[in-house]
């Protein structure tokens, strides 16, 4: 046995494993990569950027090891191209110099936590393609300035992009796959991973007051710019989700007036088949295809009322977090000045 285990090629061992690949459990990133990502992200704030995440994918695990940032996009297509080629080459620089250069996902930039968007899902479907499982980093300057690291990995879950490539987003789909709009994205745990030199390294420059600069930015009072813009953006968001739900109130109100004009057509022709038959005729078939009162009505997709309610809930969290951490600095406050 232990022979027929040992002659058994590399194909075979990663085609088997393949088949019975384990689910991602946690996205593994190198200390650096994030540095980039975050001088990156930061230096071209509050536009957005993107850029491409390197690395490995071992079991349940991906390792981030390196990226690269993509050149800012333009509604051109030359320029795209060169994008795609500058894309390319940099893979092929970092191949000849034996860096990881295995695409697992990208990495991109947002705007007080606004990335539920379609745009989104669709990059995520492209690269779904040829990468089986790919990851996308998301993170966010203007809630990192209020002193927590704000960054997140993020995929479709499986039952989502199943309805996705068949475009079923209607009420009877979505029932029967028991999909909500909590079950679009999964959130992946992120470990940061340092090599031991590394970790040698910034122990030496750990400085001797155990209070650094970022637990200053914790105690600061001022929440309200990032208060005020969090409540436009969820102003903006409650009308977007209204103008969906008339779009609904549309779809059924013509759906009533088409079952009751059916309704209707079908007693008529009850009473005619009945006076047929009492003078011997055959009865005509109670449905009439050609007729447009039978057509079907399309179904409103509820892809963007769901990504929408999405934005709505990140919103109302980054709120409440904020506003409950404000009131504990301002309780806080309080209590310094009264002693």
């Known amino acids: ?53 390197l690395g490995l994918d071992v079991g349940s695990v991906l390792e981030v090891t390196n990226c690269f940032p993509f050149p800012i996009r333009e509604e051109d297509e ?6 795609a080629n500058y894309q390319l080459e940099m893979m092929r620089c970092l191949r000849e110099v034996n860096v990881d250069n295995n695409t697992v996902g990208w990495y991109q930039s947002t705007l007080l936590g606004s990335y539920q968007t379609v745009e989104l899902i669709e990059t995520f479907m492209n690269y779904q393609e040829n990468i089986k499982r790919c990851v996308c980093i998301i993170y966010d ?20 992009m199943e309805l996705y490539r068949n475009n079923e987003f209607n009420g009877e789909k979505l029932r029967e796959k028991n999909l909500s709009w909590v079950d679009i994205f999964e959130e992946i745990p992120i470990k ?24 200053y930015d914790r105690l600061q009072l001022s929440t309200n710019p990032f208060m005020e813009r969090n409540m436009e953006f969820l102003i903006d968001c409650m009308d977007d989700l209204s103008m969906e739900q008339q779009k609904f109130q549309f779809y059924y109100r013509n759906l009533s007036r088409q079952q009751a004009q059916q309704q209707t057509w079908l007693q008529k022709r009850r009473a005619e088949n009945m006076a047929r038959k009492a003078a011997g005729e055959e009865p005509l078939p109670e449905e009439d295809p050609s007729n447009p009162i039978f057509k079907p009505l399309p179904e409103p997709s509820r892809l963007d009322s769901y990504l929408i309610t999405n934005q709505v809930s990140n919103y109302c969290n980054q709120i409440n977090s904020v506003a409950g951490q404000s009131f504990s600095r301002l309780y806080l406050m309080k209590a310094l000045h009264e002693n």
């Open 141 to 160: 300057p203007s809630k990192s300035n209020q002193g927590a690291l704000a960054l997140k990995a993020l995929k479709l879950s499986d039952s989502f």
């Open 192 to 215: 940061v991973s340092n090599s031991a030199l590394v970790s040698a390294f910034m122990t030496e420059l750990e400085a001797d007051s155990p209070v650094t600069q970022s637990d």
């Open 78 to 83: 030359e320029i795209e191209a060169e994008g």
């Open 1 to 53: 046995m232990a022979t027929a285990a040992a002659s058994r090629s590399f194909l075979q061992v990663a085609a088997t494993e393949e088949a019975v690949a384990p689910p991602l459990r946690v996205v593994q990133i190198e200390g650096l990569v994030i540095l980039k990502i975050i001088k990156h992200c930061t230096e071209f704030s509050p536009a957005l950027v993107t850029g491409q995440l």
